[in-house]
T-cell receptor, first 112, second 111 residues
Framework: DAKTTQPPSMDCAEGRAANLPCNHS???????VYWYRQIHSQGPQYIIH???NNETNEMASLIITEDRKSSTLILPHATLRDTAVYYC?????????????FGGGTRLMVKP | DAGVIQSPRHEVTEMGQEVTLRCKPI?????LFWYRQTMMRGLELLIY????????DSGMPEDRFSAKMPNASFSTLKIQPSEPRDSAVYFC?????????FGQGTRLTVV
């Protein structure tokens, strides 16, 4: 699976949008971009995933560049509860499921 | 569904003892993963099952670690003998093709 690069940490003001970048320049055509987050001491939680098109759900939006070499996770109105480590993962999906390899992630601190 | 259930939540054991961690995946999920998390190494994938068959165990650190999935509703991760460097939080996750759901983890301390 392709590697990802994320900034180690970011701050965001409560109520503002949090934009978390991820570089995946070696992504291949059949690999998806996944985002998970881990709130202190809990198991990672799925946020969103996409292949080519931008995606939105109740938690976040995922913007993937046209060349698919980078993406941005957007939390539109960050709250204190969004403080967590956010992981960007690139993975193939097939009938045998998908193997998720976690990197260092971005530690997002939402401040009042 | 109650989600992925792991037991025990906490385990403290003496070096040299056998440790067994247990996982019940979400019903209907066909993939199961075991991860280990430490401050130094982050989240590491240990082993991955699909339809109860081990697909990739390249992350298993050494022969002291073994994992089984005797049926679709149960998996174990065993460490024998345990060592202090095995102290970590161990997570189990299950998925059906795409989204993976993680359990709350087992915090293992080997003294």
């Amino acid at each position: 699976d392709a590697k990802t690069t994320q900034p180690p940490s970011m701050d965001c003001a409560e109520g503002r949008a949090a934009n978390l970048p991820c570089n995946h320049s070696t992504i291949s055509g059949n690999e998806y971009v996944y985002w998970y987050r881990q709130i202190h001491s809990q198991g990672p939680q799925y946020i969103i995933h996409g292949l080519k098109n931008n995606e939105t759900n109740e938690m976040a939006s995922l913007i993937i560049t046209e060349d698919r070499k980078s993406s941005t996770l957007i939390l539109p109105h960050a709250t204190l509860r969004d403080t967590a480590v956010y992981y960007c993962i690139v993975s193939k999906v097939n009938n045998a499921g998908n193997m998720l390899t976690f990197g260092g992630g971005t530690r997002l601190m939402v401040k009042p | 569904d109650a989600g992925v259930i792991q037991s025990p939540r906490h385990e403290v054991t003496e070096m040299g003892q056998e440790v067994t961690l247990r996982c019940k995946p979400i019903s209907g999920h066909n993939s199961l993963f075991w991860y280990r998390q430490t401050m130094m190494r982050g989240l590491e994938l240990l082993i991955y099952f699909n339809n109860n068959v081990p697909i990739d165990d390249s992350g298993m650190p050494e022969d002291r670690f073994s994992a089984k999935m005797p049926n679709a509703s149960f998996s174990t991760l065993k460490i024998q003998p345990s060592e202090p460097r095995d102290s970590a939080v161990y997570f189990c996750a299950s998925s059906q093709i795409t989204e993976a759901f993680f359990g709350q983890g087992t915090r293992l301390t080997v003294v």
